[in-house]
């Protein structure tokens, strides 16, 4: 398999990002949302701490992702595709982009107003974005929770609509993205 994307195909490197991602993210998704409903106790501190550390992850990773969706030719839609389609489809990638940022920042923003600077893993702590304060503590908290649950919308919507290509319309849409 080639590693750069072509005309036609995704390229190994586009594809180990798109699964590892998706893994991820539907995974911290999971998790936030199994987190918030637990008792206040050890387990929920435990996964908080997961929950920050892997959400730095897909942070670096969407960085990556970003400079080689720049640096990549993207694979082209089908010709057969309406156009409204069409824009669907790259609007729903580049807002894709967006959440997989916003996301992991505005957490980082709900850690600083708590007054803690999120850990790497034990490897390095990041920064405090803003000084603690409660009232920006429930804002951001407030704007990650949405985010997370409009990211859950178009992560259902985004996969409803490569079902549709392979069975539907039977085109190669969802096959490029696996081999």
Request: hydrophobic share 55%; aromatic share 14%; with cysteine.
């Amino acid at each position: 398999m080639q590693l750069t994307n072509t005309q036609n195909r995704y390229g190994s490197i586009n594809i180990l990002l798109h699964w590892v991602m998706a893994i991820l993210i539907i995974g911290m998704l999971a998790l936030g949302i199994y987190m918030t409903g637990l008792p206040n106790n050890a387990l929920k501190l435990k996964l908080f701490g997961w929950h920050k550390e892997f959400g730095i992850l897909v942070l670096m990773l969407v960085c990556v992702r970003i400079v080689w969706r720049i640096s990549n030719v993207l694979p082209s839609l089908p010709t057969a595709m309406p156009y409204w389609e069409q824009f669907a489809a790259r609007f729903v990638h580049w807002l894709f982009y967006l959440l997989m940022f916003a996301m992991p920042i505005t957490g980082w923003l709900v850690t600083s107003a708590a007054g803690i600077g999120p850990s790497f893993f034990g490897l390095f702590v990041l920064p405090t974005l803003v000084a603690p304060d409660e009232k920006l503590l429930h804002l951001f908290a407030f704007i990650h929770k949405w985010l997370g649950y409009g990211l859950i919308a178009i992560i259902c919507g985004h996969v409803a609509a490569a079902l549709k290509h392979h069975f539907i319309n039977k085109d190669d849409v969802l096959r490029r993205i696996f081999s």
